[in-house]
């Protein structure tokens, strides 16, 4: 299975791109701190990211200028090493009783599982983040069954280093302590291991918030830049479709989320497995709790406080934690049939799931559709996009900067596909907001080069706007030093 999903991730990479999520940003967070020390130290460059990824981006950006392609090496590295702590995560969790299939089956849907694919050849952040957490999660399962100390501290240890890459960890870390207590031994040295756990998982968390205070003042700006940046897209959507369709529409994106990370046949084992909750072992329940924590939290958020937006994404770590006990409720269900045709039917549902994801996102005649795409296994610019891009990079001036109109963060996209360095890419170096004049817009950014698009600043074209000036598609493209057509 580890060879099907080099081969598959392989084939995937050359024609994937940063344009899904917050990969973009990620790329150009790291590019920029290769290119300015300044931003490398200052805390805010990160946004609301945590910084181990965008750190272990960096010197392949420095080996390699391209960060098209280099940017998204790290993913792919940690999208096939996931197997290692998978494997031993699974073999904890099932008993010996067809332990051994189920795992085969579980490996099979993370091969093919299309959102882990898409994880693994971009920028984001998830495919590190889901190494390090089964990795810490499966020591912890140790530490629970076994309860010695070395365990609960190595959990810890890439526990923190889970923390500084997203911070879900911080949702789930008193989850994961409180569920030794519920469902572990209760005694003294529980308490202190926990203790050791607990202490050593909050090293890394705990630098990173004093080194924020000491360069910024602000330890927790990303706290409040991710909160109001869900709730606002939330408010957005309630805005459009009230209330009750916005909360039903986010139980179809996380249901559609888990089938994307977990493939559609273990996400329908999922009902059987759970009624087998007696025959699971301490460990494993520990292991479920803090998985599932974040999603709890974003659930509530979302369903009953209205002020979270869920993305596909989220549900790639608990999906992949729930595959091995949603492998195992298979094997019953199937009769007996052989590993063989259930992992067949593993590949057809994630190849039928990967098919349709594609065929809504790209077959329209308009933009691709974000939110098929979001779910499917591979990312792409748009052909407008990529018209764009390739103007840019037949007439853009080596040492001319370049300001795109902010499509989530297709600008982003669009300026690496240009080849566009960090420090004249001015969005996230000075401003994401236009003047009200093209004159303004120039004194503001300092840019030569301004695109807009007709469903976002190009509603309102600028009076100054030079005429004619090339289109591509619904982008508009000016030059500060026009010459005509």
């Not at 392609?69 to 099932?94: D, K, Q, Y």
């Not at 049939?337 to 308009?366: D, E, F």
């Amino acid at each position: 299975m580890v060879l099907v999903a080099l081969a598959v991730r392989l084939l995937v990479f050359p024609y994937a791109e940063n344009k899904q999520a917050d990969a973009p940003m990620r790329a150009l967070i790291a590019e920029r701190m290769n290119a300015d020390p300044v931003a490398a130290g200052d805390p805010r460059s990160f946004c609301q990211f945590g910084p181990l990824p965008i750190e272990l981006m960096r010197p392949f950006l420095a080996l390699f200028p391209d960060a098209r392609r280099s940017s998204r090496m790290p993913s792919l590295i940690f999208g096939i090493a996931v197997f290692l702590p998978f494997f031993s995560l699974g073999r904890r969790m099932l008993d010996e009783r067809g332990g051994a299939l189920a795992l085969v089956l579980a490996g099979a849907a993370l091969a093919l599982s299309p959102l882990h694919i898409q994880v693994s050849t971009t920028a984001a952040s998830e495919s590190l983040y889901l190494f390090l957490l089964l990795a810490a999660l499966g020591r912890l399962h140790a530490a629970v069954s076994d309860n010695r100390r070395r365990d609960y501290v190595q959990a810890g240890l890439l526990w923190s280093l889970a923390a500084v890459t997203r911070y879900d960890t911080w949702v789930a870390l008193p989850v994961a302590c409180a569920a030794v207590f519920i469902f572990g031994r209760r005694d003294r040295r529980a308490l202190v291991n926990v203790a050791w756990f607990a202490g050593v998982s909050v090293l890394l968390p705990l630098g990173y918030l004093a080194w924020s205070w000491v360069k910024s003042g602000d330890p927790f700006f990303f706290a409040r830049y991710i909160t109001q940046d869900h709730a606002a897209m939330s408010q957005a959507v309630n805005a459009r479709l009230g209330g009750g369709l916005a909360r039903l529409r986010q139980v179809g994106i996380w249901l559609v989320s888990f089938g994307a990370a977990m493939t559609p046949l273990p996400l329908l084992a999922l009902g059987a497995a759970s009624r087998r909750w007696r025959r699971w072992s301490p460990g494993t329940r520990v292991v479920l709790a803090a998985a599932l924590a974040p999603t709890a939290a974003y659930l509530a958020k979302g369903l009953l406080l209205g002020d979270f937006e869920p993305l596909p994404r989220f549900a790639i770590a608990p999906g992949i934690v729930l595959l091995p006990l949603a492998a195992s409720a298979l094997i019953p269900l199937d009769g007996g049939s052989s590993a063989r045709r259930l992992v067949s039917l593993i590949a057809v549902g994630a190849l039928a799931m990967s098919a349709t994801a594609l065929s809504l996102a790209y077959a329209g005649p308009g933009r691709i559709w974000a939110g098929a795409e979001s779910i499917g296994p591979l990312t792409r610019l748009d052909n407008e996009d990529r018209a764009l891009a390739q103007y840019l990079v037949s007439h853009r001036r080596p040492d001319e900067s370049v300001f795109i109109d902010t499509l989530g963060y297709a600008d982003i996209a669009i300026a690496h596909a240009a080849r566009v360095p960090a420090p004249l890419i001015v969005t996230l170096a000075h401003t994401r907001q236009p003047g009200r004049t093209l004159k303004e817009s120039r004194a503001l950014t300092g840019a030569s080069w301004f695109a807009i698009h007709d469903d976002s600043w190009g509603k309102t074209i600028p009076p100054d706007w030079p005429s004619p000036s090339p289109r591509f598609g619904h982008w508009r493209l000016a030059h500060l030093d026009w010459p005509g057509p």
